[in-house]
């Protein structure tokens, strides 16, 4: 618990509200997307500006109290039970730098709002699937991109940054001035401290191809094997996943999709009608639901996924691939394709490679650029029986042990013990953060969710 005292000197230190449990304010601050992982601080500050930020953290450090931050909540993977949480969804400031070919963000805007700024400009940047989520703690989780085959990963694109750390200092970031926090914080999530804003490059934007072709459940064999052989050999100017979905029969859900197994390919492309339609010749052969392929406007972008946009709860877990052989194709039949009975309600099969295995301008701590594809499994607790769905996950990852080859931070799925944590990098970029965290947060202040521990609070790096 934090004393009230300290809480009185918190409120005078800061202009946003912080809030206690049961207090207006508390539970909107605290929220997390995915309503499965509830967070219970000590205090939730909701801060207004730069000196919210800096002073809270500084107030903490001072403390020793435990901090985390959180802005849009789509990536919270462990509840945080104690400590102050600093949310930063106020931090709206978008600018656009036409000159230099770049925009400026505050800790809370989303990658819809950026959009709506660029693509009227003729630009575009790398987004995820989802225009909803906060665009700097995507990037600084390394940012898998929609089109990540052509423009590599988000944090490749990252300019600088402005960072309170957890002393309290506020740091203007980029490879002159602070080369380790500049590679540690692109790849290293929220280990540390707050970013309030964030500098990336702009893309220029010309024709954009996209949609899905949704596929009935007889057909996931052939639209498994059809990919496998397709996806490898795509340009890099294409991106494409293919989706096993498993849907309840619920009145929200198209009629013709409720209680489905439907196959759906989600495809995008930097290019023209002549080019997508070559490209997704071999997928049309197959009998499909819906085809939606075909030219776009980029503003219309999130309907390549169509992800969820309210918050709903969910299990996951991601892991990258090296490869998918024949076997590998086979168990993931076995597990989730027709006749399996699974309680999961998704598995994506996402194609990795061109722009993602490039290294990147400057070293960051950004794992799966040897990877050949990522597996991402979905599960709705209690649905359709308690357990049923993590021993899902629990199998499937299991079996495609073999074929594992680490995590991506943003996919990665609850929090584990450090072991599980590890996964998300590679060993020589652990081993890196916790060297740099020792440097920065030897007090070990921000160690929720996908923390970090530093280096000389366990024996060794790898625990």
Known sequence: MIEEADLDFLRSAVRGAVSLPGEEGYAADTAAFNPAQVHHPDAVLGALDDHDVQAAVAWASGRGIPLAVQATGHNASAPMDEGLLVNTS??????????????TVGAGVRWDAVLRELVPNGLTAPHGSSGGVGVVGYTVGGGLPLMGRTLGFASDHVRGFDVVTPDGTLRSVDPETEPELFTSVRGGKGNFGIIIRMTMAAVPLGDFYGGQLV???DQAGEALDAFRRWAPELPNEASASLAFMHLPDLPFLPPELRGTAPVILRFALFGGKAEGDKLLEPFRRLPAVSDTAGPMDYLDVDAVHS????PAPAMERGMLLTELDDAAAAELLRQVGPGSGTPLVMLELRVLGGALSAEPPFPDTVSGRNAGFHLFVLGVPGLPAPD????????????????????LINFHGPAGDELDRARAWEPAAYELLRNAKADWDPQNLFRFGHAVPPLGLMDTASG
Not at 90 to 103: K, N, V
Not at 307 to 310: F, G, H, K, V
Not at 390 to 403: G, M, N, Q
Request: aromatic content about 10%; glycine content about 4%.
């Open 90 to 103: 106020r931090l709206q400031e978008i600018s656009l730098d036409l000159a230099a070919g770049a925009f």
């Open 388 to 407: 049923l769905a993590e021993a899902a996950l629990v199998r499937l990852a299991l079996a495609f042990e073999p074929y594992a080859a680490g995590s």
């Open 307 to 310: 992800d969820p946009a309210d």
């Open 215 to 217: 596929f009935p459940e």
